[in-house]
């Protein structure tokens, strides 16, 4: 039996680095070119694994060479890839990364229908779904799966979700919310829910739809989570930037593996704060994935110098 199950994406991310992102009209010189596997479900699901977590993913990619790309990249990082469709003659979605020297980024998602499990799909792959204890949804389109999360909820299973910056909107999320025992969202999705309420009050209001838990992140600034008795504010860990895809994922993987373990709400963010932290090392979102004795390591030399 899996211990999660991560529902989601999974694509080829081609990263062009530069000496700045160009402006509007503005050309620039690329230095150098590369292609790794990326998505935000293929990335959750990998850092899990690397974590040493019985991982696998439920997903659907072309039969194509970003499919395989991505695909590799699963294997790679000993995640179990039985519950990826792979679907003859369609195209697997990819993403443009421009990147500079200082970590920032701009991205072009060159979108096709696999960029999240067709229902059909989720339909078929319900019975993989339910070989695992936890499911992890990736809310790209939080309408399509609230009713795979309903069965999962209704299976036994916890559930988690990562609504990122949540652009759908609440009303379309809110389905999504209600089946989730966690609920992860970035700032900008949380102020899109609420643009006029403070983040204590946001993370009140989403919490009082259903979940147990809700975390807000906010990269650099840290990440706060609500839990119903306190609020939890964790700062980021400094280090050096070479490239922050994927940290967000990193983040969701590592609070998992706490609260799986049954951890404090407190212990079980920094423990994601400090998974996403050395995931920066690296170009590409799989690059640089901890193991769990790196990341306590990680964690017990910051205590320490603090």
Not at 131 to 148: C, D, V
Request: one cysteine or more; aromatic letters at 10%.
């Amino acid at each position: 039996m899996l211990d999660v199950i991560v529902v989601g994406d999974i694509d080829t991310d081609t990263f062009y680095i530069v000496p700045h992102i160009p402006q509007w009209d503005e050309g620039v010189l690329v230095h150098e070119v590369y292609e790794f596997p990326g998505g935000k479900g293929a990335n959750t699901a990998s850092a899990l694994s690397t974590l040493g977590v019985n991982t696998g993913i439920l997903s659907a990619v072309g039969d194509d060479r970003y499919g395989a790309i991505g695909l590799e990249g699963l294997k790679r990082n000993k995640v179990d890839t039985s519950g990826v469709t792979v679907v003859s003659g369609a195209k697997t979605y990819y993403c443009i990364m421009m990147l500079d020297a200082t970590g920032e980024k701009a991205i072009l998602v060159v979108d096709t229908n696999l960029i999240y499990p067709t229902p059909e799909i989720l339909k078929e792959k319900v019975g993989y779904l339910k070989t695992s204890k936890h499911a992890h949804f990736i809310g790209i389109e939080p309408l399509r799966m609230a009713n795979t999360m309903r069965i999962a909820r209704e299976s036994g299973m916890t559930v988690s979700v990562d609504l990122d910056a949540a652009y759908p909107g609440y009303e379309a999320c809110l389905q999504a919310i209600r089946w989730a025992d966690v609920v992860f969202v970035n700032r900008q999705g949380a102020k899109n829910f609420f643009p006029d309420l403070e983040l204590e009050e946001i993370l009140f209001k989403i919490r009082e739809a259903g979940p147990s838990i809700v975390v807000v992140t906010s990269g650099k600034d840290g990440a706060l989570g609500y839990d119903g008795k306190e609020y939890c504010y964790v700062p980021s860990y400094h280090v050096s930037v070479v490239d922050t895809t994927g940290a967000g994922d990193v983040f969701s993987a590592g609070f998992i593996y706490g609260y799986l373990q049954k951890w404090s709400l407190r212990r079980s963010i920094q423990f994601g704060s400090a998974s996403a932290a050395l995931s920066i090392a690296k170009i590409g979102g799989q690059s640089a994935l901890p193991t769990l004795p790196i990341v306590e390591d990680f964690i017990r030399q910051h205590t320490e110098s603090t």
